[in-house]
């Protein structure tokens, strides 16, 4: 808990110095997207693939290209943004699942699993894990003699609830070169993509 504590102080303390040049970034952005060029490295990957095979439509793989490679920035930042508490993302996701439940913060091992898109023995596994870190603990399915719930210890919901402030603030600094409504266009068009995966 002191660990927990520690690392809480010094992230904050950090943080502010962050704020300030982060505020400077996201606002140097915003001012001077129209000043910035309108391409990038995708654009000359399509732009040589139109060229060797003209009859091709390049653009669904503009957007596609771009998701994966923010797929892995934002991956990398989601577990920087955890360090200080010394959580990897996949324990985020887990103890995540089990907080937006709200009280008693419990559920069945089966649908944690597919709350977070893993296979049994993958989820048993990780609460295996994060019940020696005293993160979770378990107790017999009453309905389902093979099951287990799983259950958000007091330890657990202290860090989860540290943990998500570290995540919206590594989330605000990935997106802060748009505008609050072009965030929100950007979330319906991805939503309908998703939708369609």
């Not at 930042?77 to 699942?97: C, G, H, I, K, T």
Request: net charge positive; charged share 30%.
């Amino acid at each position: 808990m002191k660990a927990l504590l520690f690392n809480s102080v010094f992230h904050l303390w950090n943080s502010s110095k962050r704020a300030a040049l982060r505020r400077s970034i996201c606002y140097f952005s915003l001012v001077s997207s129209n000043f910035i060029s309108k391409y990038d490295a995708v654009d000359d990957i399509l732009q040589q693939w139109s060229e060797e095979r003209p009859e091709l439509d390049t653009a669904p793989l503009g957007v596609v290209i771009r998701v994966m490679a923010l797929y892995r920035s934002f991956y990398r930042d989601a577990n920087r943004a955890l360090q200080p508490l010394a959580l990897e993302l996949w324990e985020y996701d887990v103890l995540s699942a089990l907080r937006r439940q709200g009280r008693p913060f419990a559920l069945a091992a089966t649908r944690l699993a597919r709350a977070t898109d893993l296979s049994g023995g993958a989820m048993t596994n990780r609460i295996n894990r994060l019940e020696r870190r005293g993160l979770v603990r378990r107790r017999p399915d009453k309905e389902d003699r093979r099951g287990v719930i799983v259950i958000l210890s007091a330890k657990g919901r202290r860090v989860i609830d540290e943990a998500i402030r570290f995540r919206l603030d590594a989330a605000r600094e990935s997106v802060c070169g748009l505008t609050a409504n072009e965030q929100e266009q950007l979330a319906g068009l991805l939503r309908r993509i998703m939708r369609l995966a």
